[in-house]
């Protein structure tokens, strides 16, 4: 199993970035695919994720109404569009994999993932 992150970069705030997540080694369909992160001197948060079988979605309050997980099967890919980025979106983004149906807290908040990339660095400053 392979998760490969890109899209990171610097932005000013208001701007906007759109990480992908291309899975590698398994069923596309079968899993649950998230992204966490974790910005400096904080714990990991899961942001937001997806189940690739139900297209049923997560996202914490936080980044609700500005950023958008979307899955595409063809290219087993995950992206996240983030919009309105802010000072505090500032971390490195993980993209993460379970093998379930459905999306619980068990992976989105306990972060309780089989698989994980190796981050992408976000920074939004001016």
């Known amino acids: 199993v392979q998760l490969v992150e890109s899209g990171g970069g610097l932005v000013q705030p208001g701007g906007s970035l759109r990480l992908a997540c291309e899975a590698s080694?398994?069923?596309?369909?079968?899993?649950?695919i998230g992204w966490v992160r974790q910005a400096p001197g904080k714990e990991r948060e899961g942001v937001s994720c997806i189940s690739n079988g139900r297209g049923s979605i997560y996202y914490v309050d936080s980044v609700k109404g500005r950023f958008t997980i979307s899955s595409d099967h063809a290219k087993s890919t995950v992206y996240l569009q983030m919009d309105n980025l802010e000072s505090d979106d500032t971390g490195v983004y993980y993209c993460a994999a379970v093998r379930a149906r459905y999306i619980t807290n068990r992976f989105c908040v306990r972060l309780e993932w089989d698989y994980w990339g190796q981050g992408a660095q976000v920074t939004v400053s001016s």
């Open positions: 080694g398994f069923t596309f369909g079968d899993y649950v």
